[in-house]
């Protein structure tokens, strides 16, 4: 009787992931990451902390982990941490982990829900992954949104101030941001199309939140086009009473404040004004911002999406 041979299968590698921390975002916590360190060691997985608030060393970190072709990237911070971390994986078959510890985490609750350590695990180890667009505003990398005039405002009204958690503390929020803002005549371009407006309002958004409002609720995660949301004439429309119902998720656009779509958006002249991108306001010095939207480029990894 001829003995069977036992087959010895090949030990698989362990999967590597980077673990890109900001101890300066505004929910930082050593406990959440001791949870997420602990979900990686049961995960049997290897992991590389980058915890760094210097953009540039983070960046050459990142670069320096890409050539061990990591499973994935996790974002442990807020919007321009996500940003700072999707940047680098353009092209790139790594997914993007968010851990979200910021004061908005708006580009999280855009695409995975209520902010949560213990979903966002789940959503990073689940094995599947969503494919989403990302812009170019100018030469700044976008995944979110950008946005002019109100929002830029707001932000800047609420790094020290908590967010409103109702609608009459976002209507009053939002009447002093628009008392502040210094409008001027813009030309926009939307593909095709050509409007010259002055504007309290212009966002293009990707995915549905800016500054901690929902201000593109129809926003498709990967369908290669940006919501140019807008008021054409200043005073036509009550920002407090849209931004108000707005939050209630109640706002239908129309005359007053309209909203298109589009996949090249050129705004000018806008030199000297403030850019909202992805939870930071930039001072911009050209004359005007051309923005550019690629579809499903980047990987983000979503209990519902497709297998990795």
Same mark, same amino acid.
Request: hydrophobic share 40%.
């Given at each position: ?14 999967? +590597? ?57 996790? $974002?442990? &911070?807020?919007? *321009? ?23 908005? %985490?708006?580009?999280?609750? *855009?695409?995975?829900?209520?902010? %949560? ?8 180890? *689940? ?17 979110? #949104?950008? &946005? ?9 009204? /609420? ?11 976002? *209507? !009053?929020?939002? #009447? ?8 001027? !005549? ?13 504007? /309290? ?6 995915? !549905? ?14 369908? &290669? ?55 930071? %306001?930039?001072?911009?010095?050209? $004359? ?7 579809? #499903? ?6 209990? +519902?999406?497709?297998? %990795?």
């Amino acid at each position: 009787m001829q003995e069977g041979r036992q087959k010895i299968g090949r030990q698989q590698p362990r999967p +590597t992931y980077g673990v890109l921390v900001n101890p300066q975002a505004a929910n930082y916590s050593e406990k959440d990451i001791d949870r997420l360190v602990s979900r990686l060691a049961r995960e049997k997985a290897n992991w590389h902390i980058i915890k760094t608030t210097v953009t540039r060393e983070a960046i050459f970190q990142i670069k320096k982990l890409l050539h061990r072709r990591p499973a994935g990237l996790i $974002a442990c &911070g807020g919007d *321009s941490t996500v940003n700072l971390a999707a940047r680098n994986l353009i092209r790139r078959f790594c997914t993007l982990g968010i851990y979200p510890m910021g004061k908005f %985490n708006n580009i999280y609750h *855009s695409l995975l829900g209520n902010p %949560n350590p213990v979903d966002a695990i789940e959503h990073i180890f *689940s094995g599947n992954h969503v494919k989403v667009d990302y812009g170019v505003a100018g030469n700044k990398f976008f995944i979110g #949104s950008v &946005g002019f005039g109100l929002i830029p405002q707001i932000q800047d009204m /609420l790094k020290d101030r908590r967010i409103p958690i109702f609608g009459i503390g976002w *209507s !009053r929020l939002a #009447s002093q941001a628009a008392s502040a803002v210094e409008t001027r !005549r813009l030309s926009l371009t939307i593909d095709e199309f050509k409007f010259d407006i002055t504007p /309290l309002l212009l966002n293009i958004n990707l995915l !549905r939140n800016s500054a901690g409002l929902p201000l593109a609720p129809m926003s498709l995660e990967g369908d &290669g086009c940006g919501e140019v949301i807008f008021d054409p004439e200043t005073g036509k429309a009550l920002i407090s009473a849209f931004i108000r119902k707005i939050f209630k998720k109640k706002y239908l656009y129309g005359d007053e404040i309209r909203m298109y779509r589009g996949k090249n958006i050129i705004v000018t002249p806008v030199a000297g004004t403030k850019m909202y991108l992805d939870g930071e %306001n930039w001072e911009i010095k050209d $004359a005007s911002v051309e923005i550019e939207i690629f579809p #499903s480029k980047i990987r983000v990894c979503k209990k +519902t999406g497709e297998k %990795n």
